[in-house]
């Protein structure tokens, strides 16, 4: 129920935010590369590291993280609204204020190594002010 309230908030906020911003028109487009880019108009625009890392071979039962750095080079704030992971032995954390211009912000997702064999597992994250969604990927190997 708290992050349902917590998302309503930060839509509320995102939405409050653009109505006072200067207006334009919009445009969405993007990559899935590791050098991604997402570009709306002339006013927001994300690049990252990388949106896909290897984990190499992990030992059974530890817990690795991966960290994934998002750059807001636009020139108006952007907020990630939610994170869904692709199962439960992942958990994500993100920051929950808005990523300024000329900033970075780092995408922390954890795993559980419990299953013995290949894994390939998918953050999909949401962003404010129409952004299109983005996906991490991380894969590895997990052994005995």
């Known amino acids: 129920m708290k992050k349902i309230i917590f998302s309503i ?3 509320v906020f995102a939405i409050s935010f653009q109505a006072n911003a200067q207006g334009g028109g919009w445009y969405s487009g993007g990559s899935t590369s590791s050098n991604a880019t997402l570009t709306k108009g002339n006013t927001t625009k994300i690049t990252w590291d ?8 992990l030992k059974q039962y ?4 991966v960290k994934f750095i998002m ?3 636009g ?3 952007v907020v990630i609204l ?3 992971k692709s199962c439960g032995c992942t958990s994500v954390d993100f920051p929950r204020k808005p990523v300024m211009p000329g900033k970075t912000a780092v995408i922390t997702v954890s795993y559980d190594a419990e299953d013995v064999g290949v894994f390939t597992k998918d953050v999909t994250l949401s962003f404010s002010e129409g ?3 983005q996906v991490l990927h991380f894969q590895g190997e997990v052994v005995k």
Do not use: H, I, R
Not at 50 to 57: F, I, M
């Open 9 to 11: 908030v930060v839509f």
């Open 131 to 133: 952004t299109p969604q």
């Open 75 to 77: 020139d108006k704030p």
């Open 71 to 73: 750059k807001n080079v």
């Open 50 to 57: 990388e949106q896909s890392k290897d984990l190499g071979t």
């Open 62 to 65: 530890s817990q690795t993280e």
């Open 82 to 84: 939610d994170a869904q």
